[in-house]
């Protein structure tokens, strides 16, 4: 199973980007779909996750400002983000679980970035 990020780059505050990660390989089944980001000098932390189900958890930060949702293969999820601030410069990562040939597995993707200047 592999998860490929796409969709940063550099934006100006108050700007807006879309980030999407698609899931492929032999995937019986996808539960928990998310991004996470991770600034330099700092841990990675959760964005956004949503469940197969279309429940959905937010950061405290990015409440209001950023989407997360499901694609309809339910294999690829997106995140929008709008009104985008300096302080939300950092790579952010999607990461997925599910069950395929060999049981659960757990994957990250490889990072996309996204700069907002001020």
């Known amino acids: 199973v592999q998860l490929q990020a796409s969709g940063g780059g550099l934006v100006q505050a108050g700007g807006s980007l879309r980030l999407s990660c698609a899931a492929s390989?032999?995937?019986?089944?996808?539960?928990?779909m998310g991004w996470y980001r991770q600034a330099p000098g700092s841990q990675r932390e959760l964005v956004a996750v949503?469940?197969?189900?279309?429940?959905?958890n937010y950061a405290e930060s990015v409440k209001g400002r950023f989407t997360i949702s499901r694609g309809n293969a339910e294999n690829t999820v997106y995140l929008q983000m709008n009104s985008l601030k300096p302080e939300d410069t950092a790579v952010y990562y999607c990461?997925?679980?599910?069950?395929?040939?060999?049981?659960?597995?757990?994957?990250w993707g490889q990072g996309t970035q996204v700069t907002v200047s001020s």
């Open positions: 990461k997925a679980d599910g069950r395929g040939d060999y049981g659960f597995w757990v994957k």
């Open positions: 390989g032999r995937i019986f089944s996808i539960n928990v």
């Open positions: 949503i469940s197969s189900g279309g429940n959905v």
